[in-house]
Each structure stands twice: as C-alpha cells, then as structure tokens.
C-alpha cells in the first residue's frame, strides 16, 4: 500500500469514531444509571367526610342532654311565686326518628330537681312525644323541638305527696359535627308544667315555667 494511502485512511478511522460511539449509544448500549429516584411515599389518611347530611328519612339518633334548671314563672292560686323555687338540674334522654327530610319525631324521658325556700324539694320527670326539624350548616347543626305528654311530680314532704299533670316544651339547639358519629352542643328549652286539681281541691290550681339550659351529645346510628 502506498504511504499516503495508508495516512488517508488513518486519518478516515479517526473521524469515524465519534459516529460509531453515538451509533452504540442509540442502539442500546448501557447507559451509565443517574440518580435514583425517591421512594413514593403512602398519602396520609383522609378526614372523616362531613358533607352529607344526616337527616334523611331512616335516619336516627339518640341525646343525651343534663344541665341546668331554672325556674322562669310561678303561680299558684295561694299567691306563691317562683322566688320559693332555687336553682336546680336537670337531665334527658331523647330518641328521633327521621320521617323527612329533616323532620323527625320521637319520645324523651327527663327528670329535674328543684329546692324550695323552706328546704324540701321537688322532683319532676316528665315523658312526652317529641317533634323536631332539623338543618344543617356543616360543621353545625341546628334543631327546634317541640314535646308534649304528661309529668310524675313528687314534693320532698312528711308524708311525701306526689301527682301526675300534663306537661310541655319547646325550644331549641345548636350542635358541633366533632366526628361523622357525634355531635356536640348547648340546648335551651321552657318547660311548662300545669297543676291541675279536681273536686274538693279545685281552687288549689297552680302552673310554672321552667328554662333548661343543658349541654347535649348527640349520637347518630
């Protein structure tokens, strides 16, 4: 081979390695390995849903309520007044039953306590039909009632005397969503309590007023 043949194709090959290193790279050869990529990480656990509403029909829920007992209005055909009655408590069971939408209707069962100025006592515990309507403004909860039925009344005396009358209330409530199960919140309702009486004791009539104000938990099944 003549020398400057041999120097044409020496000079050929250097020029050919560059393209035949870009050829083994396209084709599939190993690539040098960048940074690994971090581990993916498991997301954390989602809040409880609050957004549906929980008074649908079926819907039911159970309170249970205790707080205060506060004498409001008294009168008596003896001229007595609600300044013989001191502050006492008072304390509910509740059960509702969703018909509608935000309706529902159900019973309670309560007990409340009193003393009088001369320091007996008087413990009533009325049980009634409940109705209720109820609307939402997540995380609130908002409520009115109303209840009637009867009371069982029993003055702390010598011999102990005791008697069973008619009895409403009304009122309503103001409740926190804390979990999608429970509710939290203040209750204020007045309870009018009538003393009837019949035959030889008519005259003895009476008829008061009381304010309960109690803190409530609601559970929804």
Known sequence: MKP????????AALLLLPFS???????GAAQPEGPSSPPETSAPPAAPDLSGSPFLPGEQMIIIAAGLHIPAFLYTA?????????????????YQYFVARGLSIGGN?????NDTIGGLSIFTAPIGFTASYWWTKLPFEFSVLGEAGGYIMRYAVTPSKGMIDPFA???????????PSWSL?????????????YGDSANLWGYG?????????????
Do not use: M
């Open 185 to 197: 919140g203040l209750q204020a309702y007045l309870w009018f309590i009538p003393e009837i009486h």
């Open 78 to 94: 003896t001229g007595s007044g609600v300044g013989n009655l001191s502050l006492g408590g008072s304390f509910s069971f509740d």
């Open 21 to 27: 290193a870009f050829a083994l790279d396209s084709s």
């Open 209 to 221: 007023g009381f304010v309960e104000t109690s803190i409530g938990a609601v559970y929804h099944l």
């Open 169 to 179: 209330k009304a009122g309503a409530g103001v409740y926190w969503r804390a979990t």
């Open 109 to 113: 069962v309560a007990g409340a306590y």
């Open 4 to 11: 400057h043949s041999a120097a044409a194709l020496a000079v």
